[in-house]
């Protein structure tokens, strides 16, 4: 099996537990790579040369599995590198939250046999796609939410929205969040939206903070293409991807619809989204 490991650069109480984690998977016969800038964290915090092969996230990745070590941004930026190679990725929660992984630090070495041995589910998420007239988008795609967010002025922002071509409504207010099941208990719940259960064919267009009291979350069927122009004082307004701020200019048209690509998550057998809830989000306590 070759499995690379992604991470981040906030992991300095937990060095010696990934590198016993990288030593642990190598001993059991795992051709283990880290990806590039997380291996020269650990080299540049340990104080040792971690001997293990690096990959540079500019290139295709070559494995079988991505393990993420960290909270949700490292596991959303890990979707971004391999997703399009239909890469499982198994999440090993070292944030807060970690509301994307199976397991915890404490569990790796569950993690760890149950990969071995087969032992986990994998589920296929939904991602959203973005585009926007005149701007590039290096990493068009979204796990979580795409977001429509003020820049550079204090005073609300308009967005003309139409759903299948069809006028839908002009959202006023600081902005406005269109998101997957997956992504409903990220900036979504945040901002007064459902939650959804995964698997649900669906996505969701939150309003942030909106200037009439009319205007609601709105749940549409998937195969939607939602098109957004938003119109500011400013010469320019902020387009979030998964957290990724890309700056477009005001009046520019945005296309959102739903990505070919899926991304897929490994989960412990006998997984429920039930479960999460009540354990990561203390839900009905």
């Not at 991505?66 to 596991?75: E, K, P, Y």
Request: net charge negative; aromatic share 4%.
């Amino acid at each position: 099996m070759k499995l690379v490991i992604f991470g981040n650069n906030y992991q300095d109480t937990n060095i010696t537990a990934i590198l016993q984690l990288v030593d642990g998977l190598r001993l059991r016969g795992v051709q283990v790579a880290l990806e590039r800038d997380f291996h020269h964290y650990l080299q540049s915090q340990a104080g040792i040369i971690v001997d293990t092969p690096t990959m540079c996230c500019s290139q295709a990745v070559d494995a079988d599995v991505a393990l993420s070590l960290g909270g949700d941004g490292t596991f959303l930026t890990t979707v971004m590198w391999v997703v399009e190679q239909g890469i499982p990725i198994m999440g090993i929660n070292m944030g807060h939250l970690g509301y994307l992984a199976a397991y915890s630090l404490d569990e790796a070495q569950q993690a760890i046999d149950d990969l071995l041995a087969g032992n986990y589910t994998i589920e296929h998420r939904a991602m959203l796609l973005a585009q926007c007239e005149g701007v590039d988008i290096e990493h068009p795609l979204a796990l979580n939410d795409i977001a429509i967010l003020r820049q550079d002025t204090s005073s609300m922002i308009e967005m003309e929205t139409t759903l299948q071509g069809r006028p839908l409504t002009t959202y006023k207010g600081d902005g406005l969040v269109v998101c997957t099941p997956t992504g409903s208990t990220a900036y979504n719940l945040s901002a007064g939206g459902p939650i959804l259960e995964p698997s649900t064919r669906c996505m969701v267009l939150s309003p942030i903070s909106p200037h009439s009291l009319t205007m609601r979350p709105l749940v549409v069927p998937d195969e939607a293409v939602i098109t957004i122009v938003t119109h500011t004082r400013a010469d320019s307004y902020r387009l979030s991807l998964d957290g990724e701020g890309i700056t477009c200019p005001a009046g520019s048209r945005v296309t959102i619809r739903r990505a070919d690509a899926q991304v897929k998550v490994i989960q412990r057998t006998g997984h429920n989204f039930a479960q999460t809830l009540r354990h990561k989000l203390h839900w009905g306590s």
